[in-house]
């Protein structure tokens, strides 16, 4: 046996893949030459050294999306806050006047919104619900279909009281109420279903909140979100891309 | 109505592309996914936020290792193993903190470095890290299929169009591995840790 074929089985036997003849064999041999054990050692290590790279180059990787330091989640401790929320206070007074000159929309943004703001549309089950109240959502959902959001919003709204984890309603109501220029109450909304573990209505909501602080004029705001939904977002990552290349 | 379990398996696939945009890709959409479970786990048991960024990707880390190894069956939705991983790993935690209270600083200092100690076993990651970042990238690449993704010859071969038949890759293969083997050996004490540390 030659040393590039004694690798292969030494390999084979360290990943458990070695016959069972084999394996008594070069048992055998590992127990009979001390070179055989330092090279089966030494194949060991590294193997673990394979793994520990591996394993640390996801996870420089992962430390770039660092969760407790991105600007959402010191965000939301800051405000939670008594003291900051003075702070908040005593700095809004004194930046009325240059909060009024930001909230004067520039034509181009708006122009923007009104070109990628689409209202998705999801099959929605009313099934088990009673009748005339499945009529009314499905009713609803008509009315948000033709972009007549303000009818849609309080049959929303009501529903969601009675069924406040009916996700897929929630997130039509936030559409809907950023169709009717609610953009406060549907920007809470996107923002609680974006951070909800093991909901799949995160990554729609994460869009409709990038389109929210561009209806806002918030434009570093609505970049940062779009270039995050660029990197992870599934389903409107071509979407991001082409809206970020608009706002650059 | 989308289909939660397609996602999954989608991420599953990902996962175990042996591609690394696609591995990233798939880590960094659970790592946005999970963290609230890593959130409240923290606040059950009480455990500091500051811990948050490390539980989340050390747990993410160890079910993307089980996926590669097969050793997560899907059997359970993906956000239900990485509870259980990530309830253990803060468990651990726990339990480090409260050994950490109790050890006599004297007795600490008489000991010397732990490897087993987390700060350590970073430290070590890193210095492995760069050290392997050195090798030539066609062992890198060879060395990962082989050792971590444990494909076979022939399924090396099909990623590796450069190696144009089996002996051929046996071949590298070998020189690849004492080429690492100097470099790893050239530092004693470094080599030892890393003994220690399996």
Known sequence: MNEFELNEKIELYLKDKLPEEE???????????????????????????IETYKLEELREEL?????????????????????????????AVLSLPLIYLFLIKSDANETLFNEYFQPVTIEVKTRGLPPERGEEIQSAIE???????????????????EYPEDYEIKLYLGIALLGNNEVEEAKQIFTELKEFDDNYY??????????????????????????????????????????????? | MRNIDYHDSKIIEDLKSCDKSREVKALTYLQKR????????????????????????????????NIVNDKFRGDSKLSTYF??????KIIDQ??????K????????????????????????????????????????????????????????????PGISNADSLKTQKYKCIQELKRMIKSNETFYQEILESL
């Open chain 2, 101 to 160: 209270n109790n050890i006599d600083v004297e007795e600490q200092e008489k000991n010397g470095p732990n490897v087993f100690n987390i700060y350590e076993k970073k430290e070590l990651s890193k210095r492995v890290y760069s050290l392997l970042n050195k090798i030539r990238p066609l062992c890198k690449d060879i060395l990962i299929f082989s050792f971590f993704y444990n494909l076979s010859n022939n399924e090396i071969l099909g990623k590796m």
């Open chain 1, 63 to 91: 430390q770039k999306k660092s969760v407790i330091n991105s600007i959402s989640y010191r965000y939301n401790n800051f405000v939670k806050s008594t003291y900051s929320k003075a702070a908040i206070i005593f700095i």
């Open chain 1, 143 to 161: 009315n948000y279909k033709n972009n007549l959001f303000g009818n849609a919003v309080p049959v929303f709204k009501e529903y969601i009281s």
């Open chain 2, 34 to 65: 999970f963290y609230g479970i890593v959130n409240d786990l923290l606040n059950k048991h009480s455990l500091n936020k500051s811990y948050l960024d490390d539980i989340l990707i050390e747990s993410l880390l160890a079910v993307y290792k």
């Open chain 2, 94 to 99: 726990l339990r480090k903190e409260s050994k």
């Open chain 2, 83 to 88: 509870y259980r991983i990530a309830e253990n």
């Open chain 1, 202 to 248: 995160s990554e729609y909501s994460e869009w409709y909140l990038a389109l929210t602080y561009l209806d806002e004029d918030n434009i570093d705001k609505a970049k940062e979100i779009l270039m995050n939904i660029q990197d992870n977002n599934e389903y409107f990552g071509g979407s991001a891309a082409k809206l970020l290349k608009e706002l650059n």
């Open chain 1, 23 to 49: 394996k008594e064999k070069l048992l055998r041999l590992i127990n009979e030459n001390p070179d055989i054990k330092s090279d089966v050692e030494d194949i060991r290590v590294i193997k673990k050294l």
